[in-house]
T-cell receptor, first 115, second 111 residues
Framework: NAGVMQNPRHLVRRRGQEARLRCSPM?????VYWYRQLPEEGLKFMVY????????ESGMPKERFSAEFPKEGPSILRIQQVVRGDSAAYFC?????????????FGSGTRLTVV | RKEVEQDPGPFNVPEGATVAFNCTYS??????FFWYRQDCRKEPKLLMS???SGNEDGRFTAQLNRASQYISLLIRDSKLSDSATYLC????????????FGKGTHLIIQP
């Protein structure tokens, strides 16, 4: 039973390029969450999605960031025109229903470095 | 005002000792509480949920005080492998999904 799968594990982008981070939730999990962790900082909520729906994007920066969870395939977090400040670990988590009762299971993260 | 506040530490504790962390939260509507563990450069992993009546899992005991809005984690007979950052996690409450993470308390168990 594979856990939450994130790829790539490490991603290096030059300033101005696009970064695409992928997340496949655990089997049977229909709720996906994206979090960002800056060095020496806590996890910050970005967006919560269910299949084909964005439920809560209150933590997403207004520009350059977008997320989707299509009917088929993984969830994608997309960062356009990356800047150095986007360098961070991006974690995806999933839960079978609302995370209120079950908590989340996290993937191993994608470490984005912008050079 | 921080939503979930923890002492960042580090807590340096000798092996075999008992150590306790507290965490305070600001949202009185929160209903679900968890402790996660995060090792250096790894993903957070669920350690235990925190129930109103308190709960125990082996050497770990979690307590919730709703009146004072704090959560505690007690680790008995600490092991070297307990060295990690412990994250206090609270749901956003008010019918909204989503969990808010504290910045964590860094624990170092010394031989």
């Amino acid at each position: 039973n594979a856990g939450v799968m994130q790829n790539p594990r490490h991603l290096v982008r030059r300033r101005g390029q696009e970064a695409r981070l992928r997340c496949s939730p655990m089997k049977g999990h229909s709720h996906v969450y994206w979090y960002r962790q800056l060095p020496e900082e806590g996890l910050k909520f970005m967006v919560y999605l269910q299949k084909e729906n964005i439920i809560d994007e209150s933590g997403m920066p207004k520009e350059r960031f977008s997320a989707e969870f299509p009917k088929e395939g993984p969830s994608i977090l997309r960062i356009q025109q990356v800047v150095r400040g986007d360098s961070a670990a991006y974690f995806c988590a999933s839960s079978p229903r609302t995370g209120l009762l079950y908590g989340y299971t996290f993937g191993s993260g994608t470490r984005l470095t912008v050079v | 005002r921080k939503e979930v506040e923890q002492d960042p530490g580090p807590f340096n504790v000798p092996e075999g000792a008992t150590v306790a962390f507290n965490c305070t939260y600001s949202n009185s509507a929160s209903q679900s509480f968890f402790w996660y563990r995060q090792d250096c450069r790894k993903e957070p992993k669920l350690l235990m949920s925190v129930y109103s009546s308190g709960n125990e899992d082996g050497r770990f005991t979690a307590q919730l005080n709703r009146a004072s809005q704090y959560i505690s984690l007690l680790i008995r007979d600490s092991k070297l492998s307990d060295s990690a950052t412990y994250l206090c996690v609270v749901n956003n409450g008010g019918g909204a999904d989503g969990l808010t993470f504290g910045k964590g308390t860094h624990l170092i168990i010394q031989p």
